[in-house]
């Protein structure tokens, strides 16, 4: 299916084995007889044992050009086992400096136990004085449109000798300080300096083919044709392609006007294979904008069957509905409502599969959008936590896991914080009747079970996380949930917990209490009002509290008996209008009669 890349890759692969033998020509002058005592062994040679030889001898020199590198900045390179002390910041540093203080603590840590100083501990160099980060101006940096506010149980991990590294990746890449330490807190500290560069660099252009209007191949071939230069992006996908080159602009070709392909990152390709949609099935996409996954889905269900795509956001619908139709999709149902309504509209148990790509806090497509290193604090990664809460048990709520072939529902967001993935997974775990399963991907990191003092359960190890260092895709989480049970987990006293979709969540904001307004004088017969009104509530709360509805019923409740009274007035207005008119039309021929009897008089 894929011969059309292997010439390409053949013609690649001969342009650079020519370059490298003109190279290793000029460096062959020196002995001839040693060059005619190897004449019979590289006539015995195949042409890619002998392009081998030449990379392996390409990558040994640029091995030893990038250690003659580390040794000209001062990196450790640990031949000689020495201990490198703690680099301190100077009040002259420049960006260049802070580029190679980084490198040096990243190498250190990397082998801490042979390069690291005696007496300075590990968090020393990770760490740094905030006082000495102020000559290089972090404070600049950290400034940002809000200061992040760290919740009780979240205490600022920050040691008392504070801030090296830190401070340095805040210069020298320019996030803010809570989002450092975040993605610190991640990763071991060498792998998270890779994952800082890698955030620098965008991802690679991708496209998806449209399955429901050509192949993979037919696409190649007539892009190609325009002289754009394309590979599969991967053997894990049969509808992916890789853009390295194109010298027109891929958003405006024919091709794409007719709706053969869609640009797509790769890392959405991932919740849609698997969810793994089968054609005759009811799929509900709960936030369906821009509409890339919705197509993909109706493509993998071959338009047959019944597709739901939903999006809150009005402006956001309509490139819903733009890609929809210049795609091709018969399927789908369009509907603008808030996804945590959706059961109340659509139906609890009314699905066979369910999608939600939450909205997030972005944290995983800093490449694509920078504003996100200094715009995001732990009250955005809160707020976003509790809302993805809420849309996943409403989610939950409309799979049917009494369906033969579904019961399915894919949780996915573009986010690496732990906060809006394994902990939002987990709490649904604990509120549902659901379980994590395989998704069926053939790449991917392990989600989380332990993250700091949480604990989450095991089986969240089958979700995956895709990070931009690791697989140089966007970052991203995708979790498997099948439905065992419908229902809620605990009754009717779990449903009540549902409204805050929260218990577990450590918002600041969402916990504090209202704060105190100042005292306003009042007449005293509105105090004795007011006294009468709250022996009244206080008397019927003990009524109330014995079953409360969830909030998003009762929206859909009050909407419900405002259009069920909107048609009983329109129906007992016509009634009247009906019951009036023979009354209207017997009123002229009274008259009528009235004036004959006048006028015979």
Not at 239 to 256: I, K, W
Not at 327 to 334: N, P
Not at 348 to 367: E, F, H, K, N
Request: proline content about 7%; hydrophobic content about 40%; glycine content about 8%.
């Amino acid at each position: 299916m894929d011969d059309d890349f292997s010439d390409g890759a053949a013609a690649a692969g001969g342009l650079l084995s020519s370059s490298e033998e003109e190279e290793g020509g000029g460096s062959d002058g020196g002995d001839g007889a040693a060059s005619s005592g190897s004449d019979s062994d590289a006539a015995a040679e195949l042409p890619i044992e002998r392009k081998s030889r030449k990379l392996d001898a390409k990558r040994a020199r640029d091995e030893v050009a990038a250690a003659a590198e580390a040794k000209e900045q001062g990196a450790p390179t640990g031949a000689d086992n020495e201990r490198v002390p703690l680099p301190t910041p100077d009040a002259g540093d420049d960006p260049r400096a802070v580029k190679r203080r980084i490198a040096v603590i990243g190498r250190v840590l990397e082998d801490f136990k042979s390069l690291g100083a005696t007496g300075t501990p590990r968090a020393a160099y990770v760490d740094q004085v905030r006082v000495e980060g102020r000559m290089f101006g972090v404070e600049k940096v950290l400034a940002g449109p809000t200061q992040p506010v760290f919740p009780a149980r979240h205490p600022h991990p920050l040691s008392s000798s504070s801030l090296q590294l830190k401070a340095d990746l805040a210069t020298h890449y320019g996030y803010n300080d809570f989002l450092v330490d975040a993605l610190l807190s991640l990763l071991p500290p060498p792998e998270a300096l890779e994952l800082f560069a890698a955030n620098e660099a965008r991802r690679p252009v991708t496209l998806r083919t449209n399955t429901l209007k050509t192949r993979r191949r037919e696409l190649a071939s007539s892009l190609i044709a325009r002289g754009v230069n394309l590979d599969p992006v991967g053997a894990w996908s049969k509808v992916g392609l890789v853009v390295h080159e194109a010298p027109v602009p891929l958003g405006a070709t024919p091709e794409y006007l007719a709706g053969h392909y869609m640009l797509q990152g790769a890392a959405s390709l991932l919740p849609v294979m698997a969810l793994a949609p089968r054609p005759g099935e009811t799929v509900v996409d709960v936030a369906a904008a821009p509409g890339g996954k919705t197509c993909h889905l109706a493509a993998m269900m071959r338009n047959e069957g019944t597709l739901f795509a939903n999006e809150a956001s009005p402006t956001r619908l309509r490139s819903v509905v733009a890609n929809l139709t210049r795609c091709g999709v018969s399927c789908a149902v369009v509907s603008n409502y808030d996804g945590r309504r959706l059961p109340a509209v659509l139906g609890a148990a009314s699905a066979d599969r369910v999608l939600l790509d939450a909205p997030c806090s972005g944290t995983g497509v800093v490449a694509k959008d920078p504003a996100v290193k200094t715009s995001k604090s732990a009250n955005d990664v809160w707020r976003c936590a509790h809302l993805q809460k809420e849309l996943l048990l409403a989610a939950i709520d409309l799979a049917d896991a009494r369906s033969p072939s579904g019961g399915v529902v894919v949780y996915s967001t573009c986010s690496l914080m732990v906060e809006e993935n394994e902990l939002v997974v987990d709490y649904a775990l604990r509120k549902r009747h659901v379980k994590v399963v395989d998704a069926g991907l053939a790449f991917g990191r392990p989600g989380f079970t332990r993250w700091r003092e949480h604990r989450t359960h095991p089986s969240l190890a089958h979700a995956r996380r895709f990070y931009p260092h690791a697989h140089n895709l966007d970052g991203f989480f995708v979790c498997k949930l099948v439905k065992t049970a419908n229902g809620v987990k605990g009754g009717a006293a779990a449903a009540d917990d549902d409204d805050d979709a929260g218990d577990a969540n450590p918002d600041p904001l969402l916990d504090a209490g209202p704060t105190t307004p100042p005292p306003v004088k009042r007449a005293p017969a509105a105090d004795a009002a007011d006294a009468g009104a709250d022996a009244g509530e206080a008397a019927a709360e003990p009524a109330a509290k014995k079953k409360k509805v969830p909030g998003y019923v009762k929206a859909a409740l009050a909407e419900l008996a405002a259009e069920r009274a909107a048609a009983a007035t329109v129906a007992s207005e016509a009634a009247a209008a009906a019951s009036a008119a023979p009354a209207a039309a017997a009123a002229p021929k009274k008259d009528g009669g009235k004036k004959k009897k006048k006028r015979a008089a």
